[in-house]
């Protein structure tokens, strides 16, 4: 069967600005992608129905028959088996909304295309990501799920005897190639895993659930807190607490981000601090582009949600619940806005050319190269966000 991993408009807007530059398969949560989970679960590769200036990136595969997939929905065992039983136009639903169907290539895309569905209520628990919140919400407990499929029947590296470990060390899992010298890592609330080639160097204090991917480093004297994810290649010290790092992001220097989502691509400067908390202990309400304007999103605790290729300079200061969208660029004394758009440099509107050029130069210091495909959906999103920029 082919699978395909479907990119719902309302969901994809809600989800913004993260999924600028990315269908929903690709969000990282737990240990991995939602694409990952769902290739590992269906025993096969995914293929993605998104945005058509991110198709030539994340391409369509289409068979005779295929089965469609909702991606803000996160795997289980039980789903993956209800969804391998689907047969043409029939569906697996749950609270009103579709979450697998399945159909012939020459039904996908078309408006009516769940009309004649035969459709089944699935009576499983499922995690689905309708929000951005939701991303740092339910970390914790998709890293546990993660870390038990990752690392079932297989031997961790053993730990360095120069750690202090406070809790069980069978939920600490290190890779291959990565280095664990002179650290705290605490298990008590949940699991560690430390990818391929990753590093925690001396001094830092990291409480899981705590998950890092490959060639991630935790610098010195850094203090790591639950429900926190460093994707690739990801650099961070100071003070982090529940937040996920998407990949190729830096925040290597002290100051504090909490309950947040970074994207990639991105370098937060020396003694930045973002707020998590007002002071009055109200819900934090948060920009929202389905509707233009901030919504309340039910959360006391909500900190900071940056879109890719964003730089923030140094001692820059991010008030509770602040959006920033891609390629922008952050500086100024006090507090900044809530909102920033997409392509500004400290709230004005940026060169196109000048961001191409500063990620060229990011991408080759990962030894990669910004090529053309990821050129032309940069340059789509200046135009789909030049709504919000002043000139």
Not at 23 to 33: C, D, F, K, Q
Not at 118 to 138: A, F, M, P, S, V
Not at 151 to 157: E, L
Not at 274 to 282: G, I, P, Q, R
Request: charged share 25%; hydrophobic share 35%; glycine share 8%.
């Amino acid at each position: 069967m082919n699978y395909i991993l479907f990119d719902e408009a309302t969901m994809r807007t809600n989800l913004l600005p993260l999924t600028y530059t990315r269908p929903v398969a690709e969000l990282v949560i737990g240990i991995t992608s939602i694409r990952e989970k769902w290739n590992a679960l269906l025993g096969t590769e995914t293929s993605t129905l998104t945005e058509k200036y991110l198709s030539k990136k994340y391409p369509l595969v289409e068979k005779d028959t295929n089965v469609l997939i909702d991606a803000s929905v996160l795997p289980t065992p039980k789903l993956v088996t209800a969804i391998k039983k689907l047969k043409p136009n029939q569906a697996i639903s749950s609270t009103d909304s579709i979450i697998a169907y399945c159909m012939s290539n020459k039904e996908i895309g078309k408006s009516n295309e769940h009309d004649d569905m035969q459709e089944t209520e699935y009576n499983g628990d499922i995690i689905k990501i309708d929000n951005l919140w939701d991303l740092y919400l339910y970390n914790e407990e998709v890293i546990r799920s993660d870390f038990a499929r990752l690392t079932a029947d297989r031997k961790s590296q053993k730990i360095s005897k120069t750690n202090v470990v406070i809790g069980n060390v069978e939920d600490i899992f290190i890779e291959e190639g990565a280095v664990v010298e002179g650290a705290t890592l605490n298990t008590k609330n949940g699991v560690i895993y430390i990818g391929k080639d990753a590093q925690i160097m001396e001094g830092a204090c990291v409480r899981g659930p705590f998950a890092m991917a490959e060639h991630a480093v935790v610098k010195m004297g850094a203090k790591i807190y639950g429900g926190t994810t460093l994707g690739p290649y990801v650099k961070v010290g100071g003070e982090v607490e529940n937040v996920i790092f998407t990949g190729y992001s830096n925040k290597p220097h002290d100051g504090f981000l909490g309950n947040s989502v970074v994207g990639e691509w991105c370098n937060i400067g020396a003694g930045t601090n973002s707020s998590n908390l007002k002071n009055t202990y109200d819900e934090v309400r948060l920009w929202n582009y389905t509707w233009n304007t901030f919504e309340p999103t039910g959360q006391q605790f909500c900190g900071l949600f940056m879109g890719d290729h964003t730089k923030v300079a140094i001692q820059t200061t991010f008030n509770t619940g602040t959006v920033i969208g891609v390629g922008a660029n952050v500086f100024g004394a006090g507090f900044q806005r809530n909102f920033i758009a997409s392509f500004t440099w400290g709230g004005k509107q940026s060169d196109l050319e000048k961001v191409l050029d500063i990620a060229a130069r990011m991408y080759a210091r990962r030894g990669r190269t910004l090529d053309k495909v990821d050129k032309d959906i940069l340059k789509n999103v200046f135009k789909q966000s030049q709504r919000y920029r002043i000139a």
